[in-house]
């Protein structure tokens, strides 16, 4: 991890969207939302065949308060360290641990992944530690593991050796180690992140790192959401269909399945808030509505790399409004 960032902590973040299961029941593990559709210039979530994961922040929480977003948070000493290599002996010979190479220049990538670790002390590449921090917080925050088991490490190995794409078909699943061993486990990384690495260890697992797909990078904003901000990297990740979700009652208070559509209709009707990272990533899904096709996009445009943005945030009639690059007029901002 970067200690010596000035003004913003390292982070990570996972979207995850997970297919709707077949059959008369298959919506039960959804969230209703309220909202009208009449007149909205957004797909109706009958045209989406999958959801998206949000979390709800306690009220207590010293950063975004009440705020719904996606799981992750801040990069723990553990997540780089050298332990990890022992855990992934079959991939330490392939360069980021089997994970397809950006195409994207050394020049133009942003600094949580263009950062040279070994400089800073660890031989785990910025790539993988903050794609262990991803699934790390994920677990922590809602109870969901997507590892690989020692008996598909092997056919994962030979395909990234292979140079074959190792997501040809939404073959990615969560929890799929018993009740009482996901508990136990989730209580000891809770406590002590760095029990993550025994947890791989004891159980014979690995994180399952070449799931997650790049899709960006953002900068918190100053003045607005409290004195933490983060340089947070985002990524997103395809299910088959929606697992078992338990909030922790602690940091989380509540947790929901709904399509991006859904999201943004209650944000829009005040039903609930979300961040400008949020409402612009849900917005970009929204073009999305089969999950095969984001499956396929994610896929594709991960190698293309990402740009670093940083919201400008303004006061206009006594709303904040949040600038994006590329937005020369206030009337056409994302809303806070």
């Known amino acids: 991890m970067n200690t010596t960032l000035k003004h913003w902590k390292e982070a990570a973040t996972l979207i995850l969207a997970a297919g709707h299961k077949l059959g008369a029941d298959s919506l039960s593990s959804r969230t209703p939302l309220s909202g009208s559709y009449g007149g909205s210039h957004l797909p109706h979530k009958s045209s989406f065949d999958y959801d998206v994961l949000l979390l709800k922040r306690s ?184 697992p078992h979700t338990l909030q922790d009652q602690k940091e989380i208070v509540h947790f929901q399945w709904s399509t991006p559509s859904e999201v943004l209709q209650s944000y829009q009707a005040r039903e609930l808030w979300i961040a400008p990272p949020q409402f612009y990533e849900l917005s970009r899904m929204c073009r999305f509505p089969l999950l095969n096709d984001l499956h396929n996009f994610s896929s594709q445009r991960a190698t293309e790399g990402c740009e670093q943005w940083l919201p400008v945030v303004v006061l206009k009639d006594e709303h904040y409004i949040s600038l994006l690059p590329g937005a020369d007029s206030p009337f056409h901002p994302v809303h806070q």
């Open 59 to 242: 009220s207590k929480s010293g950063f975004m308060p009440n705020a719904y977003v996606f799981p992750g948070g801040m990069v723990d000493s553990s997540d780089f360290s050298s332990e990890w290599l022992d855990i992934f002996k079959s991939f330490r010979n392939s360069p980021n641990f089997g994970l397809r190479s950006v195409k994207q220049s050394a020049e133009s990538r942003p600094p949580i992944f263009a950062t040279d670790r070994l400089k800073l002390g660890s031989p785990i590449p910025g790539e993988v530690a903050f794609r262990i921090c991803a699934l790390r917080e994920t677990f922590e925050e809602s109870g969901l593991l997507l590892v690989v088991s020692k008996t598909e490490e092997k056919s994962l190995l030979e395909s990234t050796e292979e140079k074959c794409t190792t997501d040809q078909i939404l073959h990615y699943k969560a929890n799929e180690l018993c009740s009482s061993e996901l508990k136990k486990w989730r209580a000891l990384v809770n406590q002590n992140p760095s029990n993550f690495i025994r947890m791989c260890r004891e159980l014979e697992v690995l994180p399952n790192i070449w799931a997650l797909y790049e899709w960006g990078n953002w900068l918190t904003p100053s003045g607005r959401y409290g004195v933490s901000r983060f340089d947070t990297a985002f990524f997103i990740c395809c299910l088959q269909e929606i």
